[in-house]
């Protein structure tokens, strides 16, 4: 019996909501420290059996066994009829990917899922240690517990791509580039099959590669992938054609924020549904052509300029430490006079105040009244250099970018009243080999 474990994080996009969606901008990416986890045991066996347990959620369970079609594909049927299509789409991917590599594919595999706190609410839930790790248990099955908005499901298709690849490829190895690739292309198949649409896939390139600058793959890859019932197809050639041997043409640059500053996530809690605005700010951009395309230029220069800014300052922290100290000094004090501080916090009014405007033009909640006055507040507080609503935006959450020793979580504020700041941190690293001695004594 093998068993390996590995962890992949969630991620907040701080700059590059909805442009990121077309393949022109760059947008950046930021991991967090709330983990999913797979820990996978399997031996080779007469026929494939997956089972995927989630105990942390009622006991969730699905059961796969596979049927071969007529065209020889694998197809995992769930034995009680239960549906999680996270979890299918990636066990079908995975085992086509390798059935047409001639691997063998026949083992008995278990899977057991854990996820950090961070990505669900906590309510009612049971905290279980077991000196090593920290999980929250709930009464619930998954579909029934609330989210935070971490991009579980990018999470979930990463690890549980990363534990099927490493029964098939012996020497699986996550510090190997080309094995992450493999990882990210496959992940972004399944995520996007089983979501039924094709979305930036910046979530996925966080689990995998971390923090990042990304740019998109071209949504055609996979929109010209076959559907797996159509006749005589050999579903599994088209994977591996696209996985392995097609240049995807996407952007994930490691990047780091500053040193001395911090993310800081906070929850507000009531929650936006990102595909409906998605949709509103499509139809806003192509009803307001060309003056659209101007708007969503003038939210790139913000953003171009928030990127290059941060990197000034990577930079200065290595070649002028006291220049550096000073700046630091002033984001502390509330008084900004470097120009790189100040390109900060005006890139980021510039992004907000753009999309304060679609908001209005298009009806759609991007920055709602109220996380305009929340930010305000957040941004006056001293130790902040700036704040803005991540990723689509509307009432789910606001990031900040703070000093370390910034304690606005513990500020009296009424303002934040209703924000639940959560216990996270900015993290660089993707996808990582865990200790299966870590989950000991989870179920
Ligand atoms: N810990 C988990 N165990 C099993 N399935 C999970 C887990 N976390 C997420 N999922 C799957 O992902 C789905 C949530 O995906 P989605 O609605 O896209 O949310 P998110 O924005 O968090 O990715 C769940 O319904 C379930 O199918
Ligand atoms: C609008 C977007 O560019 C960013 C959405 O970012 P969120 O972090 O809000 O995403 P979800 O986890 O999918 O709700 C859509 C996209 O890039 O797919």
Request: aromatic share 8%.
């Amino acid at each position: 019996m093998i068993q390996r474990a590995f962890s992949a994080p969630g991620k907040a996009l701080l700059v590059g909501g909805y442009l990121v969606l077309d393949q022109e901008y760059e947008s950046y990416v930021v991991a967090l420290s709330s983990r999913m986890h797979s820990v996978v045991e399997s031996k080779p066996s007469d026929e494939i059996k997956v089972k995927v347990i989630s105990s942390q959620f009622n006991n969730d369970t699905w059961e796969y066994s596979i049927l071969k079609n007529s065209a020889g594909n694998l197809k995992p049927l769930e034995i009680n009829g239960l549906k999680n299509p996270f979890v299918e789409k990636t066990i079908l991917n995975v085992l086509n990917f390798f059935n047409a590599k001639k691997s063998n594919v026949n083992y008995e595999i278990t899977i057991k899922i854990f996820s950090d706190p961070g990505f669900h609410s906590e309510n009612e839930s049971k905290v279980m240690f077991n000196g090593k790790k920290k999980f929250n248990f709930h009464k619930k099955t998954i579909t029934n517990v609330p989210k935070t908005g971490l991009g579980s499901s990018a999470c979930l298709v990463t690890v549980l791509t990363s534990a099927l690849v490493s029964v098939f490829l012996n020497d699986f190895n996550v510090n190997n580039e080309e094995n992450l690739s493999l990882i990210h292309n496959l992940a972004q198949v399944a995520h996007c099959q089983a979501q039924g649409k094709v979305g930036s896939g910046f979530d996925v390139a966080a689990a995998t590669f971390g923090s990042i600058l990304y740019q998109r793959f071209s949504a055609d890859l996979i929109n010209s992938l076959p559907s797996f019932e159509d006749e005589g197809i050999n579903y599994g050639e088209h994977v591996l054609n696209l996985v392995n041997n097609t240049d995807w043409h996407f952007t994930h640059h490691r990047i780091q924020l500053p040193k001395g500053l911090r993310l800081i996530m906070g929850d507000v809690n009531t929650g936006s549904e990102t595909t409906k605005l998605v949709a509103k700010v499509k139809a806003w951009y192509n009803d307001n052509m060309p003056e659209s395309l101007n708007v969503y230029k003038s939210i790139n220069d913000g953003n171009s300029k928030f990127i290059s800014s941060l990197t000034i300052m990577n930079e200065l922290a290595g070649s002028n430490v006291e220049e550096y100290n000073l700046i630091l000094k002033e984001i502390e004090q509330g008084e900004f006079k470097h120009k790189v501080l100040t390109d900060i916090s005006e890139s980021i009014l510039k992004i907000r105040s753009n999309f304060r405007n679609i908001s209005k033009e298009g009806s759609v909640d991007i920055e709602p009244a109220v996380q305009t006055e929340l930010l305000n507040n957040v941004i006056k507080q001293r130790g902040v250099l700036t704040a803005m609503i991540p990723g689509a935006g509307g009432y789910d959450a606001i990031s900040i970018i703070a000093t370390n020793d910034c304690n606005i979580k513990k500020s009296s504020d009424s303002s934040f009243e209703n924000v639940t700041f959560l216990d996270l941190k900015q993290e660089n690293f993707g996808l990582l080999e865990e200790e299966t001695s870590s989950y000991d004594s989870f179920t």
